[in-house]
């Protein structure tokens, strides 16, 4: 039996914000929640999707910080910055590809999703998974997965040229082996705001 890892299914997301509440109840975080329920082509459909850190194998938010404050413990799960050595440069706001870590001014430290460590780190669930009702986010083994879902758990992101691999998996269909996100940009109508002359998306591209 292998270890229990945590899992995204993204279209099985409800939007019951269950996630958020939880995670905001956790008392490292001082009553914010490190989950952002993102919505999907908010014109066309109402398809919602959690997202928490991701926990990139060579996380690129602490290469960039200049004041060596975000660690990645010896199982694999970054770590929000370490109080007295973040300088609030928010190098790693830039850096992260997900969109995972906030700067908090009125605290002047940068904080995201830590996996709930205190719980994984004991092989227990995270609090956003504890209380999810449709199985969008998961912390289960491997194996418990292939039993229980249609789609496949990949790690693997292509941005650009390079290549990102994590620690969350995410479910997607079976002949999918990773995902290419790319910044597209889109002519801005009149109504767009901020009103700039091209409007920058992200495009994911499953690979087959």
């Not at 490190?34 to 109402?46: A, G, K």
């Not at 605290?107 to 830590?114: A, F, G, L, P, R």
């Not at 620690?167 to 079976?174: A, C, H, L, S, T």
Request: aromatic share 4%.
């Amino acid at each position: 039996m292998s270890e229990r890892a945590f899992y995204i299914d993204h279209s099985r997301c409800i939007g019951c914000q269950s996630c958020v509440q939880a995670c905001a109840e956790c008392d490292t975080h001082r009553g914010v929640s490190m989950i952002h329920l993102e919505t999907i082509q908010r014109r066309e459909s109402v398809q919602t999707a959690p997202q928490v850190c991701m926990h990139c194998q060579d996380p690129i938010c602490a290469r960039v910080c200049p004041a060596d404050a975000i660690k990645k413990t010896p199982d694999g799960v970054v770590q929000s910055s370490l109080k007295p050595r973040c300088i609030g440069c928010s190098n790693c706001v830039l850096s992260c590809p997900f969109g995972v870590p906030k700067y908090r001014a009125e605290i002047d430290q940068m904080m995201k999703c830590d996996m709930c460590y205190d719980r994984t780190s004991v092989d227990k669930k995270p609090m956003c998974a504890t209380v999810c009702p449709s199985g969008a986010l998961t912390f289960a083994t491997a194996e418990e997965i292939q039993r229980s879902r249609r789609g496949i758990a990949i790690n693997s992101w292509k941005f650009g040229n390079e290549e990102v691999r994590t620690k969350v998996f995410v479910i997607v269909p079976r002949e999918v082996e990773r995902v290419n996100v790319k910044l597209v940009q889109i002519e801005a109508t009149p109504a767009t705001l901020p009103p700039d002359p091209y409007d920058v998306a992200l495009m994911l591209e499953e690979v087959k």
